[in-house]
C-alpha cells in the first residue's frame, strides 16, 4: 500500500515540476532570451551615436569650411609669398553625412558608397524589423547636425569678457592696419583674434519602437504590448563639441606678420617706408643720408624685425633640401640671421 502511494506521489511531483517549467520558460527564461540582446543592441546604438559626434568634431579640427575659412586672419592662405595653400574643405552637411555613412552604416558599406538601408544590419529586433531609422519629419532634428562658427562659449554675465576680446582685438586690428597695403612693402596685420571657433555636434538617433505582443494567449482582442517599452519618441543622444579655429597663423611668414602687427616700430618703419625716392630708396634711407648717418639705413636698422627661427644655422643639418629657399639666410631689407 506504502509503494502505490509514492508511486502516485512521485508522478504528481513530476506533473508539477513540468508545470513550473512551463511556467518559468513562458514568463521569465523566454522574455530573457529576447530582451538581454534587445538591451546589447541599444548599447551598441549609444556608442555609435558617441562615435558620430567624436567623428564629427574631429573632422571640423582638421577641415574648413566657407565661414570658418573667411574668420582667419588676413594672408593666412598665404605660408610663404610663392606658395599657396590647398585646404581641406568640408560643409557641415559633408561632414554629417559623414558621420551616417560612416558610423551608422554595416562594416560592408564602402565609405564612399550608398547604404541600402540606413542602420547597421546589427540594428533589428528578433522579428526582422528594424530598430533604427532615418526622421523624415521637418519637425524633428536631424539624426547628425553639425553647428560651424559659433561664439566661443562664455560664462560671463551677458558675455561680457567675449565682447571686451572682440573690441579689444578689433582696435588691434585698427590700428595695425593704418596704412593700406599698397603704401608698404611688408605689410603687417594683427587680427588673429577669432571669437568664431566654436563648433557643436548633437546626434539624435530615433529608435524605433519594439514589437508588439498580446498579454493574453489566445486573447486578440485586448491591445497589444510591446516587449520593451519606448514610446515614440526614444533617442539616442550624443554631444560634442571643440574649439577648432582658434588664433591661428598660416606658416612662419604669416606668423612674423602677425606678430609685428603688435609691435609699435613696425609702425614707424612703414612711415619711413611708405615714400620711396628713385636712385635713394626709402624715405628711411632718406634720413640716414640727411643725417649722416648709415647705421639709421635699411640695411643696418630694419624696424620690428622679427625671426622665429632663432637656432643657429649650424644646428639645421639635415632639414629638406628646399629649406634654405624657404628660409634664406638675409631678408628682402637685407638682415641676415649671421
Not at 519602437?209 to 510591446?226: C, F, H, Q, V
Request: glycine share 6%; with cysteine; proline share 6%.
Amino acid at each position: 500500500m506504502m509503494q502505490k502511494y509514492l508511486r502516485v506521489f512521485n508522478s504528481k511531483q513530476r506533473g508539477q515540476a513540468m508545470t513550473e517549467m512551463l511556467v518559468a520558460s513562458a514568463f521569465v527564461v523566454v522574455p530573457l532570451f529576447l530582451i538581454i540582446p534587445t538591451f546589447g543592441k541599444y548599447v551598441d546604438m549609444k556608442h555609435a551615436a558617441v562615435s558620430a559626434a567624436r567623428y564629427s568634431a574631429w573632422e571640423r579640427t582638421v577641415s574648413f569650411n566657407n565661414a570658418t575659412l573667411a574668420n582667419q586672419p588676413s594672408n593666412f592662405v598665404e605660408r610663404t609669398a610663392f606658395k599657396k595653400i590647398n585646404f581641406n574643405m568640408k560643409s557641415d552637411v559633408q561632414i554629417a553625412a559623414e558621420a551616417k555613412l560612416r558610423i551608422f552604416s554595416g562594416a560592408d558599406v564602402p565609405i564612399n558608397g550608398i547604404p541600402s538601408k540606413p542602420g547597421r544590419s546589427l540594428w533589428t529586433y528578433h522579428d526582422g524589423s528594424p530598430m533604427y531609422t532615418e526622421v523624415v519629419s521637418l519637425d524633428d532634428e536631424p539624426t547628425v547636425k553639425v553647428s560651424s562658427n559659433l561664439w566661443t562659449p562664455d560664462k560671463t554675465p551677458l558675455e561680457a569678457a567675449a565682447k571686451i576680446i572682440d573690441t579689444a582685438a578689433a582696435a588691434f586690428a585698427f590700428l595695425s592696419d593704418i596704412f593700406p597695403d599698397s603704401l608698404t612693402s611688408n605689410p603687417s596685420v594683427f587680427d588673429a583674434v577669432n571669437m568664431k571657433g566654436r563648433t557643436q555636434i548633437d546626434i539624435n538617433m530615433s529608435v524605433k519602437e519594439s514589437p508588439k505582443y498580446a498579454t493574453t494567449i489566445g486573447d486578440n482582442k485586448r491591445p497589444l504590448t510591446p516587449l520593451i517599452a519606448l514610446g515614440s519618441d526614444f533617442k539616442m543622444n550624443a554631444k560634442a563639441g571643440v574649439l577648432s579655429q582658434t588664433w591661428s597663423s598660416g606658416g612662419g611668414s604669416h606668423l612674423e606678420s602677425q606678430a609685428q602687427g603688435l609691435v609699435p616700430t613696425k609702425i614707424i618703419g612703414d612711415i619711413f617706408n611708405a615714400i620711396d625716392i628713385p636712385l635713394i630708396g626709402s624715405g628711411q634711407n632718406v634720413i640716414a643720408a640727411a643725417l649722416a648717418t648709415p647705421e639709421f639705413g635699411t640695411k643696418s636698422l630694419v624696424f620690428g624685425q622679427m625671426d622665429n627661427e632663432v637656432l643657429p644655422r649650424d644646428k639645421l643639418t639635415g632639414w629638406p633640401a628646399n629649406y634654405e629657399q624657404d628660409n634664406p639666410l638675409c631678408n628682402d631689407k637685407g638682415y641676415c640671421r649671421e
